[in-house]
């Protein structure tokens, strides 16, 4: 379809036709007169008006395409393909082959509307993408999958135009000159299109996800150099080059030097922690309309100048997330949509049965290349040092799945190249099939075939027990904590626990602290080791988070704490995994994360605490939730003092807070108070967990004989009730109160307070004692949780452990046998420590 408009500034007409196809004139009107209805009271049809029409189709489209994403949700279906399939059923392929409504709903002046929209739309997709790149990055990350992005490039590069030549006369849709150029583009990945991708499928913070991303970066710097270099040589007469180059230099060097610049002094007049200033937010919305409007001028088209302007807005708070949260919701709901209302209205799948020779021939050579993108792909990762193997295998095929998705971008292009005549119309329909057909493929595979574990693989070290605070005891290495910090109010609380934990005499300590921040207003998620030596010009929160953390920690310390400070970028959904995957790496047994409270971050409390809920489900270590309430004070520079509570039932929770608190009764300056509840009727069937309990207890009971400022209680309850009026009669003057989460499925306890708890991730005792009810909410509270572990069970065999003058035997069934026949008996003696090592794998 093509619309034509002639006139003057006092009048306007448009051209239509009847055939969408049609390139003929077949009528003449005033255009403006058609833009607004009278009403039906009048007798006036309002889809015979420009703007019902277009109110129309973008209802039409959007309940569409919900229903598309409904249906096709079990097939685990992207919303790029729902969109798409609910534009050609708007389109002739199924509801506009019926005449009426074609005329009634998708009249051609009405598509003149519909077709500027959607170049609007594509404009700010574009600027957006360029906004959340992180520049300053870009030569880095391209720099880190060279080999990769390559090979997954010149491969189906070679092996689509190869065969183009080879069925040259079978492909007559595209044009002969133009197949090597084509089979380039097709043979990329657009950043936008992959990193839109990967946000939908919460790959950002994944490997695999850094990898593509990575690709698809440096695929676009090639992109950007081969279009330069065929703009240089397509255009014949020299001096008309030279002006339109000399144009566009000195446009992108207005850009550069007088924009650019102006957008920092933007940034640095916003007062750190404020928004941007609304007025500013409006300019740069309009910005990418009117850059483009010039780069357009200049011979080129709106997409560069769009494309350029964001790339001068940097990624990430304060201006660019604020650009990102205006625009990007009304960008993809409302404008995008006219985008697959064009495409759909330009693709008639029932042309593909006039030539099912041609099809054949193009979906052969298009899927040809999809493979040989995988193949790239696994050649580039098994000749790389990591490579080999099935996981490398199954990583290259992967990445080759999400470097072959399909979008925005490849839309636009196939559009451009149709309104250029290098495609003819069968020839675009089906290319626009095989994108959505492509991607249709590769989206559920992706989603099938990586699962993110929901625990991460148990390693040799993490099966003998050293990720757990009960085993670090054992150890004579330093003793690792990592910390997550959402916000400079966090940083006190964890200071005054790491302080407790570094004990003189001991082992010696390193934190890893992890400065946390959502990942808006960015496209790649980032995970950066800060260095404290690089001078910034702004101090930045996390400046101020690493700088409290190093002074506090090792003023007034024998003991000097190691910092290996991190800054991560990424989504709240995915977060856990980074962190996971961090202290996996490090063989840390201890996460510390801050339970949110700060009625600053309201609206980001619920992702806070689904992260928190995250962590405890997927941490390979022991989760500590901090719950801190203590007010804030200064640190004295020669004496520390900490009063701690514990309340200890039963279970591996409970004993990791036991675990922690054994270290820190080693400084001098920290006041131990341990509660012990023996409730009678919750004893439970395992006799090496009551086993542990009670040498953990001995344990701790030992190693602080003739500290009077330690203290261990024992009570004994009958019920639920005389639990609870132990914990109310634990109340006193504590700095922070230490307990387990759980207590085990089959826990009495759990099973009659679990209706009680409002907050699920602190347990039934932590929830209680974080609650006002226990020292009027003014104490805080650290929820410990421990790894849960395959049990390690022994077919037919028996344990006797021999504790100095007392001996205990436990039995094991055969039904929950996992070693070899031929250890019928295991017999632990009097080493506690040797003891220890092998019940902690149960």
């Known amino acids: 379809m093509e619309d034509k408009f002639y006139g003057n500034d006092s009048s306007e007409f448009y051209t239509t036709h009847d055939n969408v196809n049609d390139l003929q004139f077949k009528t003449c009107g005033p255009?403006?007169?058609?833009?607004?209805?009278?009403?039906?009271?009048?007798?006036?049809?309002?889809?015979?008006?420009?703007?019902?029409?277009?109110?129309?189709?973008?209802?039409?489209?959007?309940?569409?395409?919900?229903?598309?994403?409904?249906?096709?949700?079990?097939?685990?279906?992207?919303?790029?393909?729902?969109?798409?399939?609910?534009?050609?059923?708007?389109?002739?392929?199924?509801?506009?082959?019926?005449k009426a409504f074609l005329n009634r709903i998708f009249q051609p002046r009405e598509m003149v509307v519909t077709n500027s929209m959607s170049m609007v739309g594509t404009t700010y997709f574009i600027f957006l993408a360029a906004v959340k790149m992180d520049k300053s990055r870009i030569i880095w990350t391209a720099r880190k999958s060279i080999y990769v992005g390559l090979t997954c490039v010149v491969i189906p590069l070679i092996i689509v135009f190869l065969l183009f030549r080879t069925f040259c006369k079978s492909v007559s849709g595209i044009d002969e000159s133009f197949q090597f150029s084509f089979s380039f583009s097709s043979s990329l990945s657009y950043f936008p299109v992959i990193s839109h991708t990967m946000s939908e499928l919460n790959l950002l913070t994944t490997e695999l996800g850094r990898t593509a991303m990575s690709c698809t970066i440096l695929h676009e710097i090639i992109g950007w150099i081969i279009m330069l270099v065929n703009l240089i040589f397509r255009e014949p007469d020299p001096h008309l080059l030279v002006e339109s180059m000399a144009g566009m230099l000195l446009f992108i060097l207005f850009v550069i030097v007088v924009l650019r610049p102006m957008v920092q002094w933007i940034i640095r007049r916003t007062p750190e922690g404020k928004p941007v200033d609304g007025s500013y937010i409006n300019v740069f919305l309009v910005a990418p309309l009117v850059i483009g409007v010039v780069s357009d001028i200049l011979g080129g088209t709106v997409f560069p100048g769009a494309f350029l302007m964001g790339l001068i807005i940097p990624a990430g708070p304060p201006l660019g997330s604020a650009v990102v949260e205006k625009c990007e919701l009304a960008m993809s709901e409302l404008i995008l949509p006219f985008l697959y209302i064009r495409i759909g209205q330009m693709v008639n799948v029932n042309l593909m049965a006039v030539d099912w020779k041609a099809l054949a021939v193009v979906q052969f050579i298009m899927f040809a290349g999809f493979f040989g993108k995988?193949?790239?792909?696994?050649?580039?990762?098994?000749?790389?040092?990591?490579?080999?193997?099935?996981?490398?295998?199954?990583?290259?095929?992967?990445?080759?799945?999400?470097?072959?998705?399909?979008?925005?971008?490849?839309?636009?292009?196939?559009?451009?190249?149709?309104?250029?005549?290098?495609?003819?119309?069968h020839a675009f329909v089906e290319l626009v099939v095989y994108n959505i057909i492509a991607t249709a493929i590769a989206t559920p595979l992706l989603k099938n075939y990586h699962k993110p574990l929901a625990r991460l693989e148990v390693s040799s070290a993490m099966q003998n027990g050293t990720r757990t605070l009960q085993a670090a005891l054992l150890s004579a290495g330093e003793f690792r904590i990592m910390c997550c910090i959402h916000c400079e109010e966090n940083v006190h609380g964890i200071i005054s626990l790491l302080k407790a934990c570094n004990s003189t005499g001991i082992t010696p300590m390193c934190v890893?602290?992890?400065?946390?921040?959502?990942?808006?207003?960015?496209?790649?998620?980032?995970?950066?080791?800060?260095?404290?030596?690089?001078?910034?010009?702004?101090?930045?929160?996390?400046?101020?988070?690493?700088?409290?953390?190093?002074?506090?920690?090792?003023?007034?310390?024998?003991?000097?704490?190691?910092?290996?400070?991190?800054?991560?970028?990424?989504?709240?959904n995915t977060l856990h995994e980074s962190i996971c995957s961090l202290a996996h790496d490090n063989f840390v047994p201890l996460v510390l994360v801050p339970f949110p409270e700060s009625q600053d971050i309201g609206a980001r409390k619920t992702d806070l605490r689904s992260f928190n809920i995250q962590m405890q489900a997927n941490a390979p270590c022991t989760v500590g939730i901090l719950v801190d309430r203590r007010p804030l004070q200064i640190f004295s520079s020669t004496y520390f003092t900490y009063n701690i509570g514990v309340i200890f039932l039963s279970g591996p929770d409970d004993r990791e807070a036991l675990a922690l608190v054994l270290r820190m009764s080693s400084h001098p300056g920290v006041s131990i108070t341990v509660l012990r509840i023996d409730l009678i009727k919750d004893k439970t069937e395992d006799e090496s967990e009551t086993y542990l309990d009670d040498w953990l207890i001995k344990e701790f009971k030992a190693k602080n004989i003739g500290k009077p400022r330690v203290v261990c209680r024992e009570?004994?309850?009958?019920?639920?009730?005389?639990?609870?009026?132990?914990?109310?009669?634990?109340?006193?003057?504590?700095?922070?109160?230490?307990?387990?989460?759980d207590r085990g499925p089959n826990s009495l306890w759990e099973q009659e307070m679990s209706l009680w708890v409002e907050k699920k991730e602190l347990g039934s005792i932590g929830d209680l004692v974080a609650s006002s009810d226990f020292c009027g909410g003014m104490v805080?509270?650290?929820?410990?949780?421990?790894?849960?572990?395959?049990?390690?069970?022994?077919?037919?065999?028996?344990?006797?452990?021999?504790?100095?003058?007392?001996?205990?035997?436990?039995?094991?069934?055969?039904?929950?046998?996992?070693?070899?026949?031929?250890?019928?008996?295991?017999?632990?003696?009097?080493?506690?420590?040797?003891?220890?090592?092998?019940?902690?794998?149960?």
């Open 715 to 741: 009570l004994v309850a009958e019920n639920t009730k005389q639990v609870m009026d132990s914990i109310h009669s634990f109340e006193n003057n504590y700095d922070l109160v230490i307990v387990g989460k």
């Open 512 to 572: 890893y602290p992890i400065h946390i921040i959502d990942l808006v207003g960015r496209a790649v998620p980032l995970l950066q080791l800060y260095d404290s030596q690089i001078k910034r010009c702004k101090v930045s929160p996390t400046d101020r988070i690493i700088s409290a953390l190093t002074k506090s920690l090792n003023q007034g310390s024998s003991s000097q704490v190691a910092i290996q400070p991190f800054r991560l970028i990424a989504p709240y």
């Open 780 to 842: 805080s509270v650290l929820v410990m949780h421990c790894v849960v572990r395959t049990p390690v069970n022994f077919k037919g065999c028996s344990i006797t452990v021999s504790d100095d003058d007392e001996t205990s035997q436990f039995s094991f069934s055969s039904s929950n046998v996992d070693v070899d026949d031929d250890k019928d008996d295991i017999v632990l003696l009097a080493d506690q420590k040797e003891m220890q090592k092998k019940l902690y794998r149960m």
């Open 374 to 425: 995988i193949a790239g792909c696994l050649l580039a990762i098994l000749c790389s040092h990591e490579g080999g193997g099935g996981d490398g295998v199954r990583n290259a095929f992967l990445l080759g799945l999400i470097l072959n998705t399909k979008g925005i971008i490849e839309l636009n292009l196939l559009l451009r190249w149709y309104q250029r005549q290098l495609l003819n119309e």
């Open 31 to 98: 255009y403006l007169k058609h833009i607004y209805s009278k009403g039906i009271w009048f007798g006036d049809d309002p889809t015979h008006h420009v703007f019902p029409n277009i109110m129309l189709q973008i209802i039409l489209m959007f309940f569409l395409s919900r229903i598309v994403y409904i249906v096709l949700r079990p097939l685990k279906q992207p919303k790029f393909i729902c969109n798409a399939l609910a534009g050609i059923i708007l389109g002739p392929s199924v509801l506009s082959g019926d």
